[in-house]
């Protein structure tokens, strides 16, 4: 009798453990997805809340080069990214250059992004003040809406948003997410983001950047020129775009939501930059082509430039346009269907 009761408690053992077993093969699981949905949730609200504060209306409703309004969510779209050095030290809020320039198109269907690199010391026609000078003064002479004037009549294509980021974003972001691994060219020294000569030193090679080394390459430009400058910064800007897209780097969202949020201002909704997530969510499969303007040392009057060459800016232009799917703005089609440039009016109206 006794060995039976023996074997029936065991019995009763052996099941309420199976029990607790399955109990926590399904609560775990549960309990990780309630966590993940609140965590998301969390994030979907503070960044509602944090990139609403960066919204600034430009009293533009469409670009001017845009026949109706666009919706991120179904048309093809672009963006003028501004990085601009404004510090409290420096005094220079809302006067501040350009100090890097990059225009991005992106393709709904395609997934895919073009981003083109500016060279600061481009020497361009600068619609607010009515004359030729580098095109990083635009944003000191009228703020972004000049920088996009500046920009729609360089390239013969719609700007539809922009995004001013100050580089404390930058070094915010990097930092908050554990560093990026970038390719250091050359031996140098550099200032860090607040002007602290030769605080930073690097030395050739592969390597993991934080924030201020990671800014300091894509600012320095002592050893080459403008253009392998804009190739730094691209090439950056992939390796943030990586590291925030694996996964290891979700639950530093947080960080970076604030970094971005504190230090950018744009024109975009959250509801339009939610529109771009499909874009992030590519991961390896997003294609991103980096571009940049060609052209030459140009040097009048002791005052150094970076002459446009003009015929690889023609094919920049028609690149862009193609991959926003529109006709070029400035051109119209005669009867006989023969395109006709109005560049030449458009210049002599300049001049």
Not at 82 to 108: P, Q
Not at 295 to 315: F, I, M, R
Request: no cysteine; net charge negative.
């Amino acid at each position: 009798m006794d060995n039976k009761q023996t074997r029936t408690r065991v019995v009763k053992r052996r099941r309420k453990k199976r029990l607790r077993k399955r109990a926590y093969f399904i609560l775990i699981p549960a309990l990780l997805i309630v966590l993940g949905v609140s965590y998301f949730t969390y994030l979907y609200t503070k960044a509602d809340s944090v990139f609403s504060d960066s919204y600034q209306d430009d009293g533009r409703e469409k670009s001017d080069l845009r026949e109706t309004k666009v919706d991120p969510n179904i048309d093809n779209v672009s963006v003028l990214i501004m990085g601009v050095d404004e510090n409290d030290h420096r005094s220079n809020e809302g006067s501040s250059r350009t100090d890097a320039l990059m225009v991005a198109t992106l393709n709904k269907d395609d997934k895919s992004v073009k981003l083109l690199s500016i060279p600061r010391d481009s020497y361009v026609y600068i619609p607010e003040v009515g004359y030729e000078t580098k095109i990083n003064h635009a944003h000191a002479y009228g703020g972004p809406q000049a920088s996009i004037e500046t920009v729609e009549n360089l390239l013969d294509i719609p700007i539809d948003y922009y995004v001013k980021v100050n580089f404390h974003a930058f070094v915010d972001v990097v930092d908050a997410l554990g560093g990026v691994t970038a390719e250091v060219p050359y031996e140098f020294k550099e200032s860090n983001s607040m002007d602290k000569k030769d605080s930073i030193h690097l030395m050739p090679g592969e390597q993991d950047l934080d924030g201020e080394e990671a800014l300091a390459l894509a600012r320095t430009r002592k050893l080459d020129n403008d253009i392998e400058r804009g190739k730094r910064q691209q090439d950056l800007i992939k390796a943030v775009v990586k590291k925030a897209a694996s996964a290891g780097s979700v639950l530093k969202y947080d960080e970076v939501i604030e970094a971005v949020g504190e230090n950018m201002t744009t024109n975009m909704s959250f509801d339009h930059m939610k529109s771009f997530i499909s874009y992030g969510t590519s991961g390896s499969n997003l294609d991103i082509e980096a571009l940049t303007l060609e052209g030459y040392d140009y040097q009048p009057s002791n005052t150094y430039y970076w002459q446009l060459d003009q015929t690889a800016l023609e094919q920049t232009k028609t690149l862009l346009q193609q991959h926003l799917e529109i006709a070029n703005p400035s051109s119209t089609v005669d009867q006989s269907g023969t395109s006709q440039s109005s560049e030449a009016s458009t210049s002599s109206d300049l001049n």
